[in-house]
C-alpha cells in the first residue's frame, strides 16, 4: 500500500486516536477522564470502521488489563487517560512491562497532584511516566510537542511498542491535545509498520523467553498450539516462576538491557540553534513551543540561545544531549511543574554546565517573555 | 491425549484422566494437603474433555492467590494476571479473539473484595465467558486473613476475636448484576461439580460459578474444623440442592445455600448487541 497523505484540521486528542488507526491499533478500553476523552470518542466510532473494538470498561484499572488482554491476544492496542486514572493503571502498566506485551498509553498531563487542575495543562508524570510501577521495569515514554507530532509519535509508539514488546506511553500537556492544527495525515506504507516477532517452529521446544540476539523474545499467540504460561511473577525462560537467584537477576537484567540494546533505534530529539549557543533551554510538549519562539526573538536580537527538545522522554538521550549541551555555558530546564526532568539533566551534567529552572505549577504555561527574561538574567 | 471428534459425554471417573491435561513437569503442585482447590481443577478439566473443548483454543485467566496459581498446572494458554483484575483481562482478551475460549479462575478475595467491581460489570456486560469462583472463605496464600466470603464468628489472622462482618452471596451479587447464568456447587460430588461447569462453559455468555472449596490448612486448623474429609462433609450437610425446592428455610436444612444452577437465562451476548453507528437524526420542528 502507497502512502497517502492528506492535510486536514485536528485536534491533538484525535491526532492520537487517527495514528493509532493508521499503526494499526484494532482494540481500545478505555474510561472517560479529562482531558484525554477525546481520544476514545474518536476511537469509538474509527474503530468499529477498520473491524477494531472499542470497549468502555467500568474503572481505569479495567481498562488497562482488557487492554493487556487484547494484546495477549495478538491485536495491538491501546488505552488513554490522565494523572489519576495514570495512576490507577500503573499496576497492570508493571505487568505488561514484566510480560512483555505490547501496548500504548496516551498520557495527556493536566494540573496536579490528585485531582488537581481537571481541565488545566501541566507536566507533572515526567517521573511517574518512568518511575510509576513498582520495581525496576522497563518503559519508553514519547513528547509530542505539536498536533502533527501527536499523530506521529503514536505511529512509532505502536511500532516500538511492538518492535521491543513494552509498553509505550505517549505524553503530552492538555494544550497539546487539544490544540488544532491543520496537519498532514500521512498513511504509513506497510513497511513502515512494524508488527511483533510471532513465534515460529515446533512447538514442543518453544521457550517463551529464551535469549535472542535481539533480546526480544517471540510472542507465542494464543490459538497457535504453543501452550504458554504467562505471568507476572519473576520467571524462566519457560514462562513459569521462579526464585532461583540467578534466575531471577538474568530474567530482569534482560528486560532492562533490551531498551539499552536498542537506543539509538528508540531515541528521538530536536535540537534548535545549538551549535554555538551559550544557553541552551531544555524543554518539551507546549513549554518547547514557547522556548522556540524565544529562541528566535533572542536570536534576531544578536544572543546566541539554542532549544533542545527530547521527543522520546525515557529512556533519556543522554548521549546526545551531552554532546549538544557540550559547549554550552548553562542550561535552563523550563518545564510545567515544580522540576522533575532538570533531576535527570542535573544528573546528566554534574555541574557543567551550570543547570537552572524555570518552572510554572498554576495551571498556565510557561510564556517565550518569561523564558527570554530567564535567558537574559542567566547571561547577565 | 488428543481430544476426539465428537462430544463425549459422561465418561467415567476412570476413562478420564486428569494428568492429559496438566503440566506434570511442574509437578509436584503447592497446594496444601486437603485443599479443595484440586478436585475442582479436576471437575474444570473433565467438564473441558467431556464439551471437547481443545486445549489449544482453551485461554485460562487466572487472578491471583491460590486459586491463581492453578492455571500455571494446567496445559493450554494460561495467564497469571494481576490481583483482581482476571476478569478486565480476560474481557479483553475475549473481545480481540473470539475464536478462544476464555475460562476465568478466581477465588473469593481476587473476585469479590479487590475484584468486586470487575465482577458485576462482567455480568452486566455479558461477554462470552466463563468465571470459575473458588470460594474457600479465607486468604490463605497470604496467611489467612478474613475475605468477604468468611462465615461469622470465624477465627482468621486478622479477626482475632471472630469475624464480625456479614458474608458477601457471590451468586446473589452474580445474578443481581445481570449474569444469564449463575451455579454453585461443592467439591464432594466432583461429578456433579463437572456437570455444571460443563453447562456454565456451554452457556453463550456470561456464565458464574461459585465452588465452595475447603482451606484445612489455614482456615480449617485454626477454627478447629477438623480434617479435609470432615471439613467436605459439613460444606455438603450445609449446601441443599436447588432441586430440593425453593424455600431457603427447608427445614431439611436450616440456613442452607443452595447449589445447582441457581439461573439460567437468555440473554444477548455481547457482540450481538452491537449495531451499525447510525449518525443522529436532527430533531423535525414543524
Redesign the interface.
Not at chain 1, 496536579?112 to 507533572?124: A, D, V
Given at each position: 500500500m502507497l502512502a497517502v497523505t492528506k492535510r486536514e484540521n485536528v485536534q491533538g486528542n484525535a491526532a492520537c486516536a487517527l495514528g493509532a488507526i493508521a499503526a494499526g491499533c484494532?482494540?481500545f478500553?478505555g474510561y472517560p477522564i479529562t482531558p484525554s476523552s477525546e481520544i476514545a470518542e474518536r476511537l469509538a466510532?474509527e474503530l468499529?470502521k477498520v473491524g477494531g473494538?472499542f470497549?468502555q470498561?467500568?474503572?481505569e484499572?479495567?481498562?488497562m488489563?482488557?487492554?493487556?488482554?487484547?494484546?495477549?491476544?495478538?491485536?495491538k492496542?491501546m488505552t488513554a487517560t490522565s494523572g489519576p486514572g495514570f495512576s490507577l493503571k500503573q499496576?497492570?502498566l508493571g505487568?505488561a512491562a514484566m510480560t512483555e506485551t505490547p501496548c500504548v498509553i496516551a498520557n495527556v498531563m493536566r494540573g496536579g497532584p490528585s485531582t488537581g487542575m481537571p481541565t488545566r495543562p501541566g507536566q507533572g508524570d515526567i517521573m511517574q511516566a518512568r518511575w510509576g510501577t513498582h520495581g525496576d521495569h522497563p518503559i519508553i515514554v514519547l513528547t509530542p510537542a505539536s498536533v502533527g507530532e501527536i499523530y506521529s509519535e503514536t505511529i512509532r509508539a505502536f511500532n516500538l511498542s511492538e518492535r521491543l514488546r513494552v509498553p509505550v506511553v505517549v505524553l503530552y500537556d492538555e494544550i497539546i491535545g487539544h490544540l488544532l492544527e491543520t496537519i498532514e495525515l500521512t498513511t504509513p506504507d506497510d513497511d513502515q509498520l512494524i508488527d511483533r516477532k510471532w513465534a515460529s517452529g515446533d512447538a514442543k521446544d518453544f521457550l517463551p523467553y529464551a535469549d535472542t540476539d535481539d533480546l526480544v523474545p517471540p510472542m507465542a499467540r494464543?490459538?497457535?498450539?504453543?501452550?504458554?504460561?504467562?505471568?507476572?511473577?519473576t520467571h524462566d525462560d519457560r514462562g513459569?516462576?521462579t526464585q532461583v537467584p540467578e534466575k531471577a537477576e538474568h530474567a530482569v537484567t534482560r528486560l532492562l538491557d533490551k531498551l539499552d540494546h536498542h537506543a539509538e533505534l528508540i531515541e528521538s530529539y530536536e535540537a534548535v540553534m545549538c551549535e554555538d549557543a551559550d544557553v541552551i533551554i531544555t524543554a518539551f510538549g507546549i513549554t518547547a513551543r514557547a522556548a522556540h519562539k524565544a529562541v528566535k526573538n533572542l536570536r534576531s536580537q544578536g544572543v546566541k540561545v539554542g532549544l533542545f527538545r527530547p521527543i522520546t522522554m525515557w529512556p533519556f538521550p543522554e548521549a546526545a544531549y551531552k554532546k549538544v549541551t557540550g559547549n554550552a555555558k548553562a542550561i535552563i530546564v523550563a518545564e510545567m511543574n515544580a522540576g522533575q526532568l532538570v533531576l535527570e539533566i542535573e544528573r546528566i551534567c554534574a555541574g557543567k554546565p551550570e543547570v537552572h529552572r524555570v518552572n510554572r505549577i498554576d495551571g498556565e504555561v510557561i510564556t517565550p517573555d518569561e523564558l527570554q527574561a530567564a535567558v537574559k538574567e542567566v547571561m547577565s | 491425549m488428543n481430544i476426539q471428534e465428537g462430544v463425549q459425554a459422561h465418561v467415567s471417573a476412570e476413562e478420564f484422566d486428569v494428568r492429559d491435561y496438566m503440566r506434570l513437569d511442574l509437578f509436584p503442585h503447592f497446594l496444601c494437603p486437603g485443599c479443595g482447590h484440586g478436585m475442582a481443577l479436576r471437575a474444570m478439566m473433565w467438564a473441558l474433555y467431556e464439551n471437547n473443548i481443545s486445549m489449544d483454543k482453551l485461554a485460562v485467566v487466572c487472578g491471583i492467590g491460590c486459586s491463581g496459581r492453578l492455571g500455571a498446572y494446567i496445559d493450554s494458554n494460561t495467564f497469571h494476571t494481576t490481583h483482581g483484575r482476571p476478569l478486565a483481562f480476560a474481557t479483553g482478551l475475549a473481545l480481540a479473539r473470539p475464536d478462544l475460549h476464555v475460562v476465568v479462575i478466581t477465588g473469593d478475595g481476587d473476585c469479590l473484595a479487590i475484584g468486586g467491581n470487575h465482577l458485576i460489570h462482567a455480568c452486566r456486560r455479558n461477554v462470552n465467558m466463563t468465571c470459575l469462583m473458588l470460594n474457600n472463605e479465607v486468604y490463605g496464600m497470604t496467611g489467612g486473613q478474613v475475605s468477604p466470603t468468611t462465615s461469622a464468628d470465624r477465627y482468621t489472622t486478622t479477626t482475632p476475636g471472630g469475624n464480625r462482618e456479614p458474608v458477601f452471596d457471590a451468586c446473589k451479587l452474580a445474578e443481581a448484576a445481570g449474569a444469564g447464568f449463575v451455579g454453585r456447587e461443592v467439591t464432594m460430588q466432583v461429578p456433579t461439580l463437572k456437570d455444571l461447569i460443563k453447562e456454565a462453559y456451554d452457556y453463550n455468555g456470561f456464565s458464574f460459578v461459585e465452588i465452595m472449596s475447603d482451606c484445612t490448612e489455614i482456615f480449617g486448623r485454626k477454627n478447629q474444623l477438623g480434617e479435609s474429609a470432615e471439613m467436605i462433609l459439613s460444606q455438603k450437610s450445609s449446601t441443599r440442592p436447588d432441586s430440593y425446592g425453593t424455600k431457603v428455610d427447608d427445614p431439611f436444612r436450616p440456613n442452607a445455600l443452595k447449589t445447582g444452577v441457581l439461573v439460567k437465562g437468555v440473554r444477548p451476548e455481547y457482540r450481538d448487541m452491537n449495531r451499525p453507528i447510525q449518525p443522529v437524526q436532527p430533531v423535525q420542528k414543524d
Amino acid at each position: 500500500m502507497l502512502a497517502v497523505t492528506k492535510r486536514e484540521n485536528v485536534q491533538g486528542n484525535a491526532a492520537c486516536a487517527l495514528g493509532a488507526i493508521a499503526a494499526g491499533c484494532r482494540f481500545f478500553a478505555g474510561y472517560p477522564i479529562t482531558p484525554s476523552s477525546e481520544i476514545a470518542e474518536r476511537l469509538a466510532g474509527e474503530l468499529p470502521k477498520v473491524g477494531g473494538t472499542f470497549v468502555q470498561m467500568e474503572d481505569e484499572i479495567a481498562s488497562m488489563a482488557a487492554t493487556i488482554g487484547a494484546s495477549l491476544g495478538g491485536v495491538k492496542s491501546m488505552t488513554a487517560t490522565s494523572g489519576p486514572g495514570f495512576s490507577l493503571k500503573q499496576e497492570n502498566l508493571g505487568y505488561a512491562a514484566m510480560t512483555e506485551t505490547p501496548c500504548v498509553i496516551a498520557n495527556v498531563m493536566r494540573g496536579g497532584p490528585s485531582t488537581g487542575m481537571p481541565t488545566r495543562p501541566g507536566q507533572g508524570d515526567i517521573m511517574q511516566a518512568r518511575w510509576g510501577t513498582h520495581g525496576d521495569h522497563p518503559i519508553i515514554v514519547l513528547t509530542p510537542a505539536s498536533v502533527g507530532e501527536i499523530y506521529s509519535e503514536t505511529i512509532r509508539a505502536f511500532n516500538l511498542s511492538e518492535r521491543l514488546r513494552v509498553p509505550v506511553v505517549v505524553l503530552y500537556d492538555e494544550i497539546i491535545g487539544h490544540l488544532l492544527e491543520t496537519i498532514e495525515l500521512t498513511t504509513p506504507d506497510d513497511d513502515q509498520l512494524i508488527d511483533r516477532k510471532w513465534a515460529s517452529g515446533d512447538a514442543k521446544d518453544f521457550l517463551p523467553y529464551a535469549d535472542t540476539d535481539d533480546l526480544v523474545p517471540p510472542m507465542a499467540r494464543p490459538g497457535d498450539g504453543y501452550r504458554v504460561h504467562t505471568t507476572g511473577l519473576t520467571h524462566d525462560d519457560r514462562g513459569f516462576p521462579t526464585q532461583v537467584p540467578e534466575k531471577a537477576e538474568h530474567a530482569v537484567t534482560r528486560l532492562l538491557d533490551k531498551l539499552d540494546h536498542h537506543a539509538e533505534l528508540i531515541e528521538s530529539y530536536e535540537a534548535v540553534m545549538c551549535e554555538d549557543a551559550d544557553v541552551i533551554i531544555t524543554a518539551f510538549g507546549i513549554t518547547a513551543r514557547a522556548a522556540h519562539k524565544a529562541v528566535k526573538n533572542l536570536r534576531s536580537q544578536g544572543v546566541k540561545v539554542g532549544l533542545f527538545r527530547p521527543i522520546t522522554m525515557w529512556p533519556f538521550p543522554e548521549a546526545a544531549y551531552k554532546k549538544v549541551t557540550g559547549n554550552a555555558k548553562a542550561i535552563i530546564v523550563a518545564e510545567m511543574n515544580a522540576g522533575q526532568l532538570v533531576l535527570e539533566i542535573e544528573r546528566i551534567c554534574a555541574g557543567k554546565p551550570e543547570v537552572h529552572r524555570v518552572n510554572r505549577i498554576d495551571g498556565e504555561v510557561i510564556t517565550p517573555d518569561e523564558l527570554q527574561a530567564a535567558v537574559k538574567e542567566v547571561m547577565s | 491425549m488428543n481430544i476426539q471428534e465428537g462430544v463425549q459425554a459422561h465418561v467415567s471417573a476412570e476413562e478420564f484422566d486428569v494428568r492429559d491435561y496438566m503440566r506434570l513437569d511442574l509437578f509436584p503442585h503447592f497446594l496444601c494437603p486437603g485443599c479443595g482447590h484440586g478436585m475442582a481443577l479436576r471437575a474444570m478439566m473433565w467438564a473441558l474433555y467431556e464439551n471437547n473443548i481443545s486445549m489449544d483454543k482453551l485461554a485460562v485467566v487466572c487472578g491471583i492467590g491460590c486459586s491463581g496459581r492453578l492455571g500455571a498446572y494446567i496445559d493450554s494458554n494460561t495467564f497469571h494476571t494481576t490481583h483482581g483484575r482476571p476478569l478486565a483481562f480476560a474481557t479483553g482478551l475475549a473481545l480481540a479473539r473470539p475464536d478462544l475460549h476464555v475460562v476465568v479462575i478466581t477465588g473469593d478475595g481476587d473476585c469479590l473484595a479487590i475484584g468486586g467491581n470487575h465482577l458485576i460489570h462482567a455480568c452486566r456486560r455479558n461477554v462470552n465467558m466463563t468465571c470459575l469462583m473458588l470460594n474457600n472463605e479465607v486468604y490463605g496464600m497470604t496467611g489467612g486473613q478474613v475475605s468477604p466470603t468468611t462465615s461469622a464468628d470465624r477465627y482468621t489472622t486478622t479477626t482475632p476475636g471472630g469475624n464480625r462482618e456479614p458474608v458477601f452471596d457471590a451468586c446473589k451479587l452474580a445474578e443481581a448484576a445481570g449474569a444469564g447464568f449463575v451455579g454453585r456447587e461443592v467439591t464432594m460430588q466432583v461429578p456433579t461439580l463437572k456437570d455444571l461447569i460443563k453447562e456454565a462453559y456451554d452457556y453463550n455468555g456470561f456464565s458464574f460459578v461459585e465452588i465452595m472449596s475447603d482451606c484445612t490448612e489455614i482456615f480449617g486448623r485454626k477454627n478447629q474444623l477438623g480434617e479435609s474429609a470432615e471439613m467436605i462433609l459439613s460444606q455438603k450437610s450445609s449446601t441443599r440442592p436447588d432441586s430440593y425446592g425453593t424455600k431457603v428455610d427447608d427445614p431439611f436444612r436450616p440456613n442452607a445455600l443452595k447449589t445447582g444452577v441457581l439461573v439460567k437465562g437468555v440473554r444477548p451476548e455481547y457482540r450481538d448487541m452491537n449495531r451499525p453507528i447510525q449518525p443522529v437524526q436532527p430533531v423535525q420542528k414543524d
